[in-house]
């Protein structure tokens, strides 16, 4: 699989779990998977973005469908508020959210929930979401400018005399 931005910016953050979580509450989780997988927890296991950023079309898999008339609710929540969500439900292992995005500002605090209807089965959990940071104003979202004729220079050399950056021409 290889995942190909809509638009110039986007890149996909990825997370799971090292555990399946409660099949009886709500349960927390970081949105990422650092260097290790995390376990589900009651409390809320947030992080702070650092810059605004949108977030976006939330993929969701289970190693496990939840089971005939049971649902998972899988979401990402900014500052306590789900604010995208899939639910998945009966034998299907597989959900996504493409029509809800979020922008993150001022720190925002975001993590991911698990929330089970009618005792679904035991899962493991994983997900991914696309973050979009937003160019800033007169930034081309193109490496130093290559793309942008306009410009003519790149440290005050000309494109036109440019063979190749690192090695592609």
């Given at each position: 699989m290889?995942?190909?931005a809509d638009t110039d910016g986007e890149s996909i953050i990825l997370g799971q779990s090292s555990d399946a979580p409660s099949t009886a509450a709500s349960e927390y989780n970081h949105l990422t998977s650092t260097a290790y997988t995390r376990a589900w927890s009651a409390e809320a296991s947030?992080?702070?973005g650092g810059q605004p950023?949108?977030?976006?079309?939330l993929y969701v898999k289970l190693s496990v469908a939840p089971g005939v008339?049971?649902?998972d609710l899988i979401g990402v929540r900014v500052t306590g508020s789900t604010v995208i969500a899939v639910t998945i439900a009966g034998t299907d292992t597989t959900g996504?959210?493409?029509a809800d995005s979020q922008l993150l500002v001022?720190?925002?605090e975001v993590d991911t929930i698990f929330t089970p209807t009618d005792t679904p089965a035991a899962t493991i959990v994983y997900w991914g979401v696309v973050g979009y940071i937003a160019a800033a104003?007169?930034?081309s979202h193109k490496f130093l400018g290559v793309a942008n004729a306009a410009i003519g220079k790149i440290n005050d050399v000309a494109i036109a005399s440019i063979g190749?950056?690192?090695g592609v021409a």
């Open positions: 290889t995942f190909v947030t992080y702070q950023t949108t977030l976006e079309k008339g049971k649902s996504n959210n493409v001022n720190y925002d104003a007169g930034w190749k950056v690192k």
